[in-house]
């Protein structure tokens, strides 16, 4: 027998969004606590990070929620209607350039030939038909950020010996006795 779940579907999935909604299902409520059912620890733990923000939105549409509690087990599929997929038309290939139009003559195999017009007939379509990305600005810090500086200088290994311990002779520490042994 199916029970009437604590929250409604529609109610949940509008609270926390649909990609939540698809791998959390609210099974129980009482005194404020929440119980979900989620696919893995992984989605507990991920969601626990979220109980406030979670339980706020519950809140601010009624469900008196102040704390969440997990169990992993199997979450059914959420039923909900098609997704409306957008399509878009082809566009009519273009014409190649007289220049493309020589360099493919010289493709030897008539079949290759045909499939790289084609290819580039539709390519130069598309491109006509998408619109190209807005030109911006580029500042003094993105010029900078980009070119490398040279380091040359910097990795030198430097030198490591004072003038007095060049000037001291063998076995003593910079004009004294040696002290290491």
């Not at 129980?28 to 923000?53: I, K, N, Q, T, Y």
């Not at 190209?132 to 500086?149: C, F, K, L, V």
Request: a positive charge; proline letters at 9%; charged letters at 25%.
């Amino acid at each position: 027998m199916r029970t009437r779940p604590c929250i409604a579907d529609e109610l949940w999935r509008t609270a926390v969004g649909a990609r939540i909604a698809e791998h959390a299902q609210p099974v129980a409520l009482s005194d404020g606590v929440l119980l979900l059912r989620v696919p893995s620890s992984v989605w507990a733990h991920e969601l626990s990070l979220l109980a406030s923000e979670v339980c706020g939105r519950l809140r601010e549409r009624g469900v008196h929620a102040r704390e969440l509690r997990f169990r992993v087990g199997p979450v059914p599929a959420v039923e909900r209607p098609p997704e409306r997929r957008l399509s878009q038309a082809v566009p009519v290939p273009k014409e190649l350039p007289h220049e493309l139009a020589r360099t493919l003559v010289r493709v030897a195999d008539e079949g290759l030939r045909a499939a790289i017009a084609r290819a580039a007939a539709s390519n130069l379509a598309w491109q006509a038909v998408a619109r190209p990305a807005p030109a911006q600005p580029i500042s003094e810090a993105q010029r900078a950020a980009r070119a490398p500086r040279s380091v040359a200088a910097e990795t030198s290994p430097s030198d490591r010996t004072s003038t007095a311990s060049r000037a001291a002779p063998r076995g003593t520490s910079a004009g004294g006795p040696d002290r290491s042994r």
